[in-house]
DNA sequence: TTTAAACCTGCAATCGATTGCTTGAATTAT
DNA sequence: ATAATTCAAGCAATCGATTGCAGGTTTAAA
């Protein structure tokens, strides 16, 4: 590591006879600089090795052509995928991506967001922790002048762009396709009621039932079925009851739905003629497992992109004030044979 | 998006009547500023809602306090595990990590680098692109003085610090596991030789097929069988051999050991009975296929740690010149039902 | 009481790039 | 040939934080 020093647009000046300020223009191709100066002002930099110091730059414009992205897990399949997305596109507006992970814990989320104010990040890119129910340092965010977008789970009373999937439509999608294959007691596995996510996905679940005239059974409603662990623990109670079952919606997550899997072989119910399950996500081993689960897919990397887009489209207009408005993509059903309780698939 | 104007130090200092230096210094916690100013600028500072400018400061120092990670595929499991690890460490160290995927693509891993290199990053993480053979972007980073630090796919030439996983050794355990269970005739699905990982993967399965007296058959060798798709086509042709394999090592990745399964289904060859395969990467459907498939953990997770450690270890002695080294991390096999032709898993 | 040391605080330069303003030269129009 | 315009390039300030040096004050030591 020698602190080798790196050549500047001065370095460039001194060495032709001009000033720093025709360095600049020429690598900011303006055009108040003679054609063959600015020639061989780029011929110069290239020979001296030159690289821009953005930190410099930035300094000066006041920007930092950089986002930054707090999830609660980048090695989670959907975060991953969203992320991608996202990075395809600030990639091709030369914008740089900061990523963090909040680990779903409210106060590292809280550490995270301040690094990333105090990096001067144009726009502020979120998915919350599932901990949490007190949002001040998403304000201080829009305080400091930031654009804020949330995605996937968002917080309703903040005032930002949002980019969510229709979860209560899609759960309604799904729940319907139970019906219409002859399931008629459906259980929920349902998450944590302060995620927005969760919530619509409770909401679709019970319109769902009430549109088909179906009752609801408070015992088919089982709270905080996160994980594989707890789905299947629910799972293990659910089949357990005089009446179980015919169908399960794990709407937290397909690693939940296999966890039900593995409770209804063990149990010896067969899937899916005896019970259904729906999953939520797409996750890559749902097509795996035998039978493969029916899910919703939510189209990731789709998601990133828009969210990017719609960055760029906001701040296009700088002009205007923002209007805190909600993109919602639609997610698709992934019919599957977990619940062909009627034809193969 | 109002451009509301940012607190800076010289507003504090004009607030409290004294010089900006003292603020910085009072910041900064030195130890040359007065402790009672030193609480009422803190007290000042927080009133104001200051945040520092880590611009200014970082171009000032000479530091930036970030580092640059360079993928091929963001949402890959491996990958995003690793960023993950290396997440959990930097973000304990105060540093930034910016992500950067070059989707495989030589031109925009340069492009990525050179990004990098622009934003004065401390160090550079990289995994290169399947694609190129020239590693001049890399040179240059370090003509900068940026350390860079390769893992995974490394570019054995470079003087860099390294880690990688032993990939032979791991290949010549699996394959050796494969013969003891009675496989006789083993395939290989190779990756691009250009790649040190893939490299030493062929040299472990020769290897192991040397030590235990077995022929090196050159029709059981298929070049190039990187996706799911590639991996299933070159079973359809060993499958449809004279005398066709009775194991295939997916060598390249678990995603061709997949196409592997499903196309030997198809041809109703029986996994592990008939014909065993063997992964690479322990992605987590492997053990949700049926047959599960035996493959090849790589603490993916740790991995990113004892890179970002690494970073640490080495920034922290900065008088003595950094010595290349390689630091290997051993995988894993994990033996399930997939090669198991003697006893069931 | 005098001298030395310790302690604060301010001044001003610096990091590298950008940009409004100005000047001088070259070009065009009248 | 002279005035008007265009063009190129330089000057100097600026972005915000940091830091070596210097000046002034206070405290401790002689």
């Known amino acids: 590591m020698k602190p080798k020093k790196r050549t500047t647009i001065y370095d460039i000046a001194a060495k032709l006879n001009i000033t720093a300020s025709s360095v600049s223009r020429a690598l900011n191709n303006s055009n108040h600089v003679n054609e063959d100066t600015k020639k061989l002002i780029l011929k110069t930099a290239a020979e001296l090795n030159y690289k821009r110091n953005i930190l410099a730059s930035n300094l000066r414009k006041g920007e930092s052509k950089t986002i930054g992205v707090v999830v609660p897990r980048i090695n989670q399949n959907f975060f991953s995928n969203v992320i991608s997305g996202i990075e395809e596109t600030t990639y091709s507006k030369d914008f740089n991506l900061i990523i963090c992970q909040?680990?779903?814990?409210h106060d590292k989320?809280?550490?995270?967001?301040?690094?990333?104010?105090?990096?001067?990040?144009?726009c502020i890119i979120i998915s919350v922790a599932a901990e949490g129910t007190d949002y001040k340092h998403l304000q201080n965010v829009l305080d400091h002048g930031i654009q804020l977008i949330q995605f996937d789970r968002v917080v309703d009373e903040l005032q930002t762009l949002k980019v969510i999937n229709d979860n209560e439509q899609a759960t309604l999608d799904g729940i319907s396709h139970l019906i219409e294959q002859g399931y008629k007691r459906i259980a929920l596995l349902e998450?944590?009621?302060?995620?927005?996510?969760?919530?619509?996905?409770?909401?679709?679940?019970?319109?769902?039932?009430?549109?088909?005239?179906?009752?609801i059974i408070e015992e088919l409603i089982v709270e905080n079925a996160w994980t594989k662990e707890l789905g299947a623990e629910g799972t293990r109670k659910l089949l357990s009851l005089p009446e179980p079952p015919d169908a399960i919606f794990a709407s937290t997550s397909d690693f939940s739905a296999l966890g039900v899997l593995e409770v209804a072989t063990s149990m010896n119910f067969k899937v899916p003629s005896e019970l259904g399950i729906l999953g939520y996500a797409n996750e890559p081993f749902t097509e795996l497992t035998s039978p493969s689960i029916t899910t919703i897919d939510q189209f990731s990397n789709h998601m990133g992109k828009t969210i990017a887009n719609l960055y760029f489209e906001e701040s296009g207009n700088k002009d205007t004030a923002m209007v805190p408005r909600t993109i919602s993509v639609q997610p698709k059903l992934i019919i599957r044979a977990s619940t062909s309780k009627n034809q193969n698939i």
Do not use: M, T, W
């Open 102 to 105: 909040s680990n779903e814990s």
């Open 109 to 122: 989320e809280i550490k995270c967001v301040n690094a990333l104010i105090n990096q001067h990040v144009d």
């Open 191 to 215: 998450g944590p009621q302060n995620l927005n996510i969760f919530r619509q996905r409770k909401a679709g679940y019970l319109k769902a039932l009430r549109k088909h005239k179906l009752p």
